[in-house]
């Protein structure tokens, strides 16, 4: 068994000219849940979308629970399913019923038993908060409530890792924190996450580890504690200094 869940070493992306990221090196230990926070255009959203490989790697390894991650083909599949994904966006299917949407994957992908699937399932949409919502659509779901089942149907493959790419972003203020509430919950259990947000509450309360980018790089990383109250680099205090002020 790997101790680290994931771990990237030298890695760069490029998009033609663009550097997207340059020589990350990072590790996510089982159970650590680590936050991405840095300016726009930092790469913290292809960072975390190389995890799965939804972005491809110019050089350098991935390797989730010891395996390196596969370019393509079953193996990538077979990895891609222990790395369970949240978006910014639901992309729950428009036209499954909120618990279709969660057995789906257990049933086509991990071969489960339609009435295992569908008990697992209510038991995680119980457990974000939705499960008497199970006949609806996803069109028929407030913002928040849709990303809470977009959690649960994550969950319902049992992912090693999950990552989450700022999924609060296009929520009303409102919503933001009833999601927040299920990401909170899931840390407390012990859940490996990694998230890109920009929910400075969150990375306080949550994270075991920030690690701050800035222009495709790792600029610095320490306990939340440590670098919202003593960020080392000049980059971080003048990002720190423009969200706290704004809040």
């Known amino acids: 068994m790997a101790e680290h869940l994931v771990e990237m070493k030298s890695v760069n992306k490029h998009y033609g000219d663009m550097h997207a990221l340059k020589d990350i090196n990072l590790t996510v230990g ?20 190389t995890i799965n490989r939804l972005e491809t790697i110019s050089d350098g390894t991935i390797t989730i629970d010891g395996e390196v991650l ?45 009435a295992d699937a569908e008990k697992k399932a209510m038991d995680l949409l119980k457990r974000v908060g939705v499960d008497h919502q199970r006949d609806k659509y996803p069109a028929q779901l407030s913002g928040g409530q849709q ?23 296009a929520l009303d203020p409102e919503m933001i924190n009833e999601v927040l509430d299920v990401m909170v919950g899931l840390a407390r259990d012990g859940m490996t996450m990694v998230v890109v947000t920009h929910e400075m509450g969150f990375a306080r309360k949550a994270a075991n580890r920030v690690v701050f980018l800035a222009d495709g790089e790792i600029v610095e ?23 706290l002020t704004n809040h």
């Open 147 to 169: 990303q809470r089942v977009a959690i649960a149907r994550a969950l319902a493959m049992e992912p090693k890792v999950m990552l989450f790419d700022e999924p609060t972003s």
């Open 30 to 49: 089982k159970g650590e849940v680590l936050v991405l926070i840095g300016p726009s255009g930092s790469g913290k959203s292809t960072l975390i979308r």
């Open 221 to 243: 990383e320490n306990t939340p504690e440590e670098f919202f109250t003593n960020p080392r680099s000049s980059r971080a205090k003048d990002f720190l200094g423009k969200i």
């Open 70 to 114: 596969p370019e393509e083909g079953k193996g990538l599949a077979q990895l891609r399913s222990d790395v369970g994904m949240v978006f910014q966006s639901f992309n729950l299917f428009a036209h499954k019923t909120i618990l279709e949407n969660v057995t789906l994957g257990p049933i086509k992908v991990r071969k489960m038993k339609k």
